[in-house]
C-alpha cells in the first residue's frame, strides 16, 4: 500500500503520477492539490480514481507520501499554509522543487519532519527517469527506499548523492532533456536540409539519439571509445565530428550544465 500525494500538479508532478500508473503498482492512491482547475482534469486523465482538490490540507489528509512540485520562487509561501497540515509520524515530505535545500526545507517544517529531495526529469513519462536524491536530517533508509521506489516505478533509474551535488544534478540531469530535444530537433534540421523528408529525419534522429544512449548503458564503454569506433580513417563520421569539434559543440554542452547548475544555487538564495 502507497498514498501519495502532490502539492502542485504541473508537468513534472504529471510525469511521476504517470509513471506511478504504468507500473501497475497494486494498492496505490494518488491525490494532487493544484489552484488551476484545468490541471485537476489533466491528473484525473492521467490517474483515474485519483482525488484532486485545491486545498492542500485534504491531500495531506490523504497520503502518506507527500510530494512538494511547486516552484522554488513559491515554496515559501506555499509552506505557510501547509507545514501546519504536515503529521511528522505520518508523513514523508519529498521536495522537487530546484534549489530548495533540505535544511531550508526542515526550517519551515514541524520539529523531526522528515524530508528527501529529489531532482526528476521529465522522461520519468516514458519510464526512462534519470534522478538523484538526497536525505534530510531525519530521513531513514526507509524514506529512502520509499522514494526510489515511486520515482522508478516503471522504470529509469535514480541515484543517492551528497546533497552539495544537487545543483550539478540539477544542470545535468534535470534541465539535461531539454538540451538532448535540441539535439535531436537539429540532428532533424541536418538531415531535411541535407535532402531526407521531415518526419524520415526526425524518426532518424530520435531513434540515433535512443539507441546510443541504449549502447552506452549496455557496454558500459567510454563514450570516446563507442565514438572512435564509428570513425573510420577517412570517412564521413569523422569529417561530421570535426565540424562539431569547430562549432564548439562539446564545450556548448558543458557551459549549458555549468549555466543551469549556477541558476540552480542561485535559486537557494531566493
Known amino acids: 500500500m502507497a498514498s501519495y500525494g502532490f502539492v502542485g500538479a504541473g508537468a513534472m508532478a504529471e510525469a511521476i503520477i504517470r509513471g506511478i500508473v504504468a507500473?501497475?503498482?497494486e494498492g496505490v492512491t494518488i491525490a494532487a492539490a493544484d489552484p488551476f482547475p484545468a490541471r485537476h482534469a489533466v491528473i484525473a486523465e492521467a490517474a483515474p480514481g485519483a482525488f484532486t482538490s485545491t486545498d492542500n490540507a485534504e491531500?495531506?489528509?490523504?497520503?502518506?507520501?507527500?510530494v512538494l512540485a511547486v516552484k522554488p520562487q513559491v515554496m515559501g509561501s506555499a509552506m505557510g499554509t501547509l507545514s501546519s497540515s504536515v503529521d511528522v509520524a505520518r508523513h514523508l515530505v519529498v521536495t522537487i522543487a530546484a534549489g530548495i535545500s533540505t535544511a531550508a526545507?526542515?526550517?519551515?517544517?514541524?520539529?523531526?519532519?522528515?524530508?528527501v529531495r529529489v531532482m526528476p526529469n521529465t522522461p520519468c513519462l516514458c519510464g526512462?527517469?534519470?534522478a538523484a536524491l538526497c536525505r534530510g536530517a531525519k530521513a531513514t533508509d526507509a524514506d529512502v527506499a520509499a522514494v526510489r521506489a515511486m520515482m522508478t516505478a516503471s522504470g529509469g533509474q535514480i541515484f543517492e548523492v551528497p546533497e552539495y551535488q544537487m545543483d550539478a544534478v540539477t544542470g545535468l540531469s534535470g534541465s539535461g532533456p531539454a538540451y538532448?530535444?535540441?539535439m535531436i530537433e537539429a540532428l532533424a534540421d541536418g538531415g531535411v536540409r541535407a535532402g531526407l523528408p521531415r518526419p524520415v529525419a526526425l524518426g532518424l534522429a530520435a531513434q540515433t539519439v535512443y539507441g546510443s544512449a541504449k549502447m552506452v548503458q549496455h557496454t558500459g564503454l567510454h563514450p570516446g571509445l563507442l565514438k572512435d569506433q564509428v570513425c573510420s580513417p577517412g570517412g564521413t563520421t569523422?569529417?561530421?565530428v570535426h565540424a562539431l569539434?569547430?562549432?564548439g559543440f562539446r564545450a556548448a554542452i558543458m557551459d549549458a550544465v555549468v549555466a543551469a547548475s549556477t541558476r540552480s544555487a542561485e535559486l537557494s538564495k531566493l
Open 23 to 25: 507500473s501497475k503498482a
Open 59 to 66: 491531500v495531506l489528509a490523504r497520503s502518506d507520501l507527500v
Open 105 to 115: 526545507l526542515e526550517a519551515l517544517l514541524p520539529a523531526g519532519a522528515r524530508v
Open 128 to 130: 526512462e527517469t534519470a
Open 180 to 182: 538532448v530535444y535540441l
Open 238 to 240: 569523422i569529417a561530421g
Open 245 to 247: 569539434e569547430a562549432g
